[in-house]
């Protein structure tokens, strides 16, 4: 399956007040594309997508925190996968798109695309919610049940390689990202985030 | 670390209003460690490598949370990229609590590189720095620093070395 593709499913069923955190790369883009929202927090760099979104979702427990990552990516810091199980949270959604490869960095293949499977890196790391889906439709399901009940839940999607043509260049850089983030938090929380003058002192 | 000064990085913590923790555990920090993991005043993740715990700090931030992270000395190395990549490029406060080991006194030859890499690291990645060596010096100048790093919205460090790691 595409990961556009995937993407879109997933756009379609995702609530508008969900929090996407996504790693920097194609994913960012093509998801900036289907669903563009102050909501998203895009552009996390390698191998932090699920550590931004650990700590997201501790800070915030009861909004649901997706997480869009890269097989590469994730790669990097494997031991983010124990040490969120360990927190238990019950509002993460973990999506890998698993497309085998280095997509973001030349193409070359991932060791995902050989023996290893991080589903069950997952499982093995205290996921007990975790699935490997290579189907749009399996996707669909997994997805939906994930973004409607508490827990946290790991799907790898195995997706092919290659984007769609012509998507829109993101033009945000890190700050604005920021800015543009936390006041959308600050704005559905009531809470104060952006500190320029730090007045608890 | 004596009573005095886990004490005193305590209440620095409590009064600056830090509320997240997230650490690697750290021979040179465990009693603080320990007391912070079981302190309700702060949210607390322990954390694998660094790296994931300047993530999580960074996560823990844009969450309305305000976040210390408690690494050993070598650590800084390990968060140096993220740091570089989440904090530097985003402009993402922190406050960095570390055991400066190497410095001049520290009479273990495994910790003699540090003193090469922990305050020109700092100064490479911008990440202004203070280093305190007196017991009641710790909590005004945790205080100080969080206060900036919050406002400044970049990370500030705060070493700790002579009577308040030994």
């Known amino acids: 399956m595409k990961r556009y593709e995937v993407l879109k499913l997933l756009a379609a069923s995702i609530a508008e007040d969900t929090i996407v955190v996504g790693n920097v790369g194609p994913i960012s883009r093509e998801w900036s594309t289907v669903r563009p929202s102050d909501a998203n927090l895009l552009q996390v ?23 869009l990552d890269g097989d590469g990516n994730l790669l990097m810091n494997l031991a983010s996968l124990a040490d969120a199980a360990n927190q238990a949270p019950p509002n993460i959604v ?18 995902t695309s050989l023996k290893t499977s991080l589903g069950e890196i997952a499982r093995g790391a205290g996921i007990e919610r975790s699935s490997t889906v290579d189907a749009l439709e399996d996707f669909d399901v997994a997805a939906r049940e994930a973004l409607g009940a508490p827990g946290h839940w790991f799907i790898a999607a195995k997706v092919e390689t290659g984007s769609v043509p012509d998507l829109p260049t993101q033009t945000m850089d890190g700050p604005e990202a920021k800015y543009r983030f936390a006041r959308y938090v600050e704005r559905t929380e009531g809470i104060q985030i952006l500190r320029p003058r730090y007045t608890h002192i | 670390m004596q009573k005095e000064a886990v004490d005193a990085v305590v209440g620095g913590l409590t009064t600056a209003g830090v509320n997240f923790i997230s650490l690697l555990p750290d021979s040179d920090f465990s009693q603080l460690q ?15 490598t660094e790296s994931i715990g300047v993530g999580v700090c960074a996560g823990a931030w844009f969450g309305g949370k305000l976040p ?38 520290d009479a273990f030859w495994m910790m003699g590189p540090y003193k090469q890499t922990t305050e020109p690291l700092l100064n490479v990645l911008q990440i202004p720095h203070t280093v305190i060596s007196k017991v009641e010096e710790i909590s005004g100048a945790i205080v100080d620093a969080f206060g900036s790093a919050i406002s400044w919205q970049r990370p500030v460090a705060v070493l700790l070395t002579g009577e308040t790691i030994k």
């Not at chain 1, 997508?49 to 649901?64: D, E, F, I």
Request: aromatic share 6%; net charge positive; glycine share 14%.
């Open chain 1, 45 to 67: 760099n390698l191998g932090l997508c699920s550590a931004v979104g650990l700590g997201l979702a501790r800070a915030l427990p009861h909004r649901k925190i997706v997480l």
């Open chain 2, 34 to 48: 320990r007391r912070v993991g079981n302190d309700p005043a702060f949210e607390y993740v322990p954390v694998s």
């Open chain 2, 68 to 105: 210390a992270l408690l690494i050993p000395t070598s650590g800084l190395l390990v968060a140096s990229w993220p740091l570089t990549s989440i904090n530097m490029a985003w402009g993402v406060p922190l406050l960095l609590l570390i055991p400066y080991r190497g410095d001049i006194g």
């Open chain 1, 94 to 111: 973990h999506i890998v798109l698993d497309n085998g490869a280095y997509e973001g960095g030349g193409g070359l293949p991932s060791v």
